[in-house]
């Protein structure tokens, strides 16, 4: 499976004006899967995988209500083989996508799309959807020398 592109058609980003602090929810959402015809690939289908990326700030005390939304939706598309094509689009009509196939596809719509996230939580002055590495003081770690 390799990747030929990745596009964006909607983003969507609110903050209420009594935003309170609460659970941070990321949720990512397979919406179609369909064959995509492109000319330049011999032996290979092509697939495409629409998309949506939500990240939802609840209410600390009322879990239902929602303080700020950022709302991603696109579509990947990918080339394999004819046979792991007519895989996935048969488990599709299902509504069933493989682990083989949707482990991957959500790393990289992740990848993808918490770049966007961060930069629109950063101008709504939103909690991060994710963490970031921290430094720390390391503690001295005291050693001894057997040559003394």
């Not at 493989?98 to 596809?105: A, D, G, H, Q, V």
Request: glycine content about 2%; hydrophobic content about 35%.
């Amino acid at each position: 499976m390799q990747l030929l592109g990745f596009n964006l058609k909607k983003i969507s980003a609110e903050r209420s004006p009594n935003f309170k602090r609460g659970p941070i929810n990321t949720n990512i959402d397979f919406k179609d899967v369909t064959e995509e015809k492109i000319e330049f690939l011999k032996d290979l289908e092509a697939i495409k995988v629409s998309f949506s990326f939500i990240v939802n700030y609840s209410d600390p005390e009322d879990k239902q209500l929602n303080h700020g939304q950022i709302s991603l939706e696109g579509d990947v598309s990918l080339s394999m083989d004819k046979e792991e094509a007519k895989d996935i689009l048969k488990s599709w009509k299902k509504k069933e996508v493989s682990e083989k196939f949707r482990i991957p596809l959500f790393n990289y719509i992740i990848m993808k799309c918490s770049t966007k996230a961060l930069s629109m939580e950063d101008e709504l002055n939103l909690p991060t959807h994710m963490s970031f590495p921290t430094m720390r003081k390391d503690t001295p770690v005291q050693t001894t020398n057997k040559d003394q």
